[in-house]
């Protein structure tokens, strides 16, 4: 800590030093600022004016050679009627030309082709220097062009000398002339406009000829006829020579630096220039900031004295607080507040540390309460808390928790570290945890494995944290059991991941495990295999034996998946009777690795083959099999589940024991019966649908009735087969809707034959699903459509399959006489086909049996097709029912077909289906019935 003085002096000075540093940095800031803006205001100012001035200057250069080149031509043309020939006239012409004598103060002259002067003013000009008659400007005045001439010193005379040449009219063959007039330069009015050299002038004015970088005229003695600077030596020249206008700045070796205007002539090859020294431009400027220097200095000493005088006034209270602080801090005085006196900022700072005073007083009151609260807690901890050196690893103090976790009682435990005490066993995980707590000055949650007195083992958590006590680092540990928790959780687990009636890993199991799988077989490039197994009339074992025995079963498929596994998979049960084999590190060709997989699913197979005793039954368990061969792709563990089960629908279809691998194109299939089926449900909302009639017809060629018979053409696909979606709706149950809407639709197309004479004796034919006619209002459904549309009941045939007489024939005889009592007849179809009861057919309320198209096709030709359709006929005439074949394609078939009594027909042979408006023109076709 500083002295006293040298703690107030030094602050003292600091604010001193800091405010003057502030105050001097804005007064000269704003000084240059001033002068920086001066100097740009009024050098753009003098660049302006010197650019004026130039271009005035420029302009009268530009008229006064106009006005000599114009009186130059019109004498030309005043000469140029007098012959060659007579020299001695043609001289007195010259003689009597006062005007162009003043206008051409170095004479003028009149010069021929050949170049010999023909007569010239004064008289003897040809004799004086700087007169040319061979000259380039004079050659192309005689060739008829105004021409001027370069600008050159007399060698005898001291003036520089212009000429300028301009070309006399020719008439006939006559011989070209030209007349040539020259301006002494330093005398001549011709530049008039530059100021005489030594006159009084802020700025000094040259003309340059650009062709030889020569100054014709300036305002400064001995400039004139003075070459400038060779091209490439200086930048600022080599640009006005090269044409260019405008201000620069230019440095010149004896002037110093200049700020200099150009402008170019129009009629010649010249250049005005307009050149002031920088020193002068700027001079009063720089007297201006001289006097702000002045008066800037004088105000910083003016303001540093001030803010000298000032700290010492305002500050002086503020050492009186550093002397008491300073005594409180080397303890000559006790800790007290300081008296309060003021109450600006320092009164605030004196209040201030006064409070601070209070805040510690209450912070050392509150810390020494805090430790009485620490030993408390510290003993009454739940948790096992012990305090142990760094050094050694000997315990410093326990709590009660710890004695009541390990059983051992404090006074043993203290001065003795875990490992002399058992209570650590594995001296290299509790030095790796030390060194962790030393590293990163604490842990949390680390799980170890600890000791009890008794040699029981216990599975704590253990927080650690370094803290120093009488100056030696210690570690406060706090351990907490959680041996139970442990157990429970494993027990959890058990029974989140084990299916608990075959002990088989479940579902979530399987998918954990197939997520490890692929992410092997991308680093160990392998492949590997999904076995999907489902057991056949798992159901019926349910039903028939109960759910113990289907338990049973269970079990005993799980045994054998197990015992035919060994190491060459993992079974899994997913639920139900569907289990899952996985198998990994299978070969990296998909040929060896299907190979392989076939195998298993066959050893599989042949171990589930023999029947299993249920309750005294021998129950035989067949199985089919869906494979997908995965890892070779980026695989996702929910599409390869979906692979696996396609493939293992498609096993099921095919039969039982059936083995079937998983192909891209039965994910197509899928894909486009949901497509399907999409465009089914949007075509039902839309009625998409249309009803075709094929016709019935009897021995006698009578059309006696119509079967009503669905198509739909699907936008972008066409006709779509009544085989492909008709058992994809009664799969999905759309068969509901859709049946309700062609029973609608054909009892509307019967009440309209109905009102028609010629129509009204025809029956329709309408086909009813299984589902459909199971429905318990069925009847009502039926009711309602002949109700709304006024169809005639007895003229409504409703065609049943064999299959539905499978299932409740007493409910299906019931519904079917209720049917009846309204009118409504009934006719078999596809009969032949099924596995029908004839104790039922004879109590079926049937009008008609319908031979199944399958037969009447090959009576022909299959003499087995031919004894099932004599047999029908047969059955029909003794029930006393209509018998009628579909399928009728050829007259062969007909005839044959009349010959074993079938009195009525329907096929090809006579009508395809036909839309309504078709079969009305195929009607009216027809002969009349007699």
């Known amino acids: 800590m500083l002295p006293r003085p040298a703690l107030v002096s030094s602050l003292k000075l600091r604010i001193a030093l800091s405010a003057l540093a502030l105050v001097l940095a804005g007064i000269w800031a704003l000084a240059g600022y001033a002068d920086h803006r001066l100097r740009a205001g009024l050098g753009a100012q003098i660049e302006a004016q010197q650019l004026s001035i130039a271009g005035l200057l420029a302009r009268e250069l530009e008229r006064t050679l106009q006005e000599r080149r114009n009186a130059l031509l019109a004498v030309a043309r005043s000469l140029a009627d007098m012959a060659a020939d007579r020299p001695a006239q043609l001289q007195e012409r010259l003689a009597n030309l006062p005007a162009l004598q ?32 061979q000259a380039p400007f004079v050659q192309q005045a005689l060739a008829g062009h105004v021409a001027l001439g370069t600008p050159a010193q007399h060698t005898s005379a001291d003036h520089a000398v212009l000429s300028m040449a301009v070309p006399m009219p020719v008439a006939g063959n006559g011989v070209p002339r030209a007349v040539v007039g020259l301006v002494k ?102 007297a201006l900031r001289n006097a702000i220097a002045l008066a800037a200095l004088a105000l910083t000493l003016l303001t540093a004295a001030g803010l000298w005088w000032m700290l010492r006034r305002e500050l002086r209270p503020l050492e009186d607080m550093a002397r008491r602080l300073a005594a409180m801090a080397r303890g000559e005085r006790a800790l007290a507040p300081l008296p309060q006196v003021r109450s600006d900022e320092i009164g605030q ?247 392989e997989a076939e195998r298993l699913a066959e050893r599989l197979l042949a171990a589930l083959a023999p029947p299993i005793d249920l309750a005294g039954l021998q129950q035989h368990c067949s199985v089919s099999v869906g494979i997908v061969v995965f890892g070779d792709g980026q695989d996702e563990p929910l599409e390869l589940l979906r692979r696996a089960d396609l493939a293992l629908n498609q096993a099921k279809e095919a039969g039982p024991s059936t083995i079937l691998f998983f192909e891209p194109q039965m994910l197509e299939e899928v894909s486009s019966r949901a497509r399907l089926q999409r465009d089914l449900r949007e075509a039902l909302q839309r009625q998409d649908f249309a009803l075709h009639y094929q016709p019935q017809l009897a021995l006698d060629g009578t059309v006696v009735g119509v079967e009503a018979l669905i198509r739909w053409r699907l936008e972008g696909h066409g006709m779509v087969s009544p085989m492909e979606f008709i058992p994809l709706a009664e799969k999905t149950g ?99 086909t099924g596995f029908s009861s004839l104790a039922y057919l004879k109590r079926l309320p049937l009008a008609q049996l319908k031979i199944d198209q399958g037969f009447v096709r090959d009576i022909l030709e299959d003499h087995n ?66």
């Not at 002259?109 to 220097?129: C, E, I, K, N, T």
């Not at 074993?900 to 289906?913: A, E, K, N, T």
């Open 102 to 133: 003043q206008m051409f103060d170095g004479g003028f002259y009149v010069v021929d082709g050949a170049g010999a002067m023909q007569a010239s003013f004064p008289l003897r000009l040809w004799a004086q220097p700087g007169v040319e008659t």
């Open 349 to 595: 700072l004196v209040q201030g540390f006064n409070r601070l005073l209070q805040e510690l007083q209450l912070r050392q009151r509150e810390r020494q309460e805090s430790e009485a609260r620490y030993r408390s807690a510290f003993r009454t901890s739940p948790d096992a808390l012990d305090i142990t050196r760094v050094s050694d690893g000997s315990h410093l103090d326990v709590n009660d928790g710890y004695e009541q976790l390990f059983g051992w009682p404090r006074e043993q435990v203290l001065g003795r570290s875990g490992l002399d005490l058992g209570i650590w066993r594995d001296e290299k995980a509790r030095t790796a945890l030390v060194a962790q707590v030393l590293r990163d000055g604490g842990c949390r949650n680390s799980e170890q494995t600890l000791y009890h007195r008794d040699g029981r083992a216990l599975t704590v958590l253990m927080s650690a944290s370094l803290l120093d006590v009488g100056g030696e680092p210690c570690f406060l540990w706090v351990t907490h059991d959680v041996t139970d928790y442990r157990r429970a959780h494993a027990q959890i687990q058990q029974l989140t991941f084990v299916d608990s009636l075959t002990g088989l890993p479940n579902r979530s199991q399987f998918m954990q495990c197939l997520e490890m799988a692929l992410a092997l077989c991308q680093t160990q490039q392998r492949l590997g295999a999904l076995l999907y197994l489902d057991l056949h009339e798992f159901r019926a074992v349910n039903d028939t034996l109960g759910h113990a025995q289907g338990d049973r079963l269970l079990r005993s498929v799980a045994e054998r998946l197990r015992d035919a596994l060994t190491e060459a998979g993992t079974g899994f049960r997913l639920g139900g009777d569907e289990f899952m084999v996985l198998l990994e590190g299978l070969p990296d060709t998909q040929g060896e690795a299907a190979h």
């Open 734 to 832: 759309l068969i509901l809707p859709l049946g309700r809407w062609i029973l609608h639709t054909a009892c509307r197309q019967l009440a309209a034959w109905a009102r028609h004479g010629a129509r009204r004796h025809l029956t329709m034919a309408v086909n009813v699903s299984a589902g459909q006619f199971q429905q318990e209002d069925f009847v009502q459904q039926v009711r309602e459509a002949l109700v709304e549309t006024g169809a005639p009941a007895h003229r409504l045939k409703l065609e049943l399959t064999e299959s539905l007489m499978l299932q409740q024939i007493e409910a299906v005889i019931a519904r079917m006489r209720e049917l009846q009592a309204l009118g409504v007849q009934f006719s078999l179809d596809d009969f032949g």
């Open 865 to 930: 097709d031919a004894a099932i359709a004599q047999t029908v006929i047969a059955l029909g005439h003794s029930l006393g029912l209509e018998v009628i074949a579909e399928g009728v394609e050829t007259e062969q078939h007909r005839a044959l077909l009349a010959q074993w009594g079938c009195r009525f027909y329907q096929g090809y042979l006579f009508s395809r289906p036909l839309p309504a408006e078709a079969l009305q023109d195929w009607l009216d076709a027809q002969p009349p019935q007699e």
């Open 185 to 286: 330069l330093r005398e001549s009015g011709l530049l008039g406009p530059i100021v005489t050299p030594g006159s009084e002038s802020a700025s000094d004015y040259y003309v340059v000829d650009r062709g030889t970088r020569t100054i014709i005229a300036s305002s400064v003695p001995g400039q004139l006829m003075q070459s400038l600077e060779p091209e490439g030596r200086d930048a600022v020249i080599d640009r006005f020579i090269d044409g260019g206008e405008g201000n620069a700045v230019y440095h010149d070796p004896v002037d110093g630096t200049l700020l200099v205007a150009v402008r170019q002539l129009g009629g010649a090859r010249w250049l005005v220039a307009v050149a002031q020294q920088a020193v002068q431009v700027f001079a009063p400027l720089n």
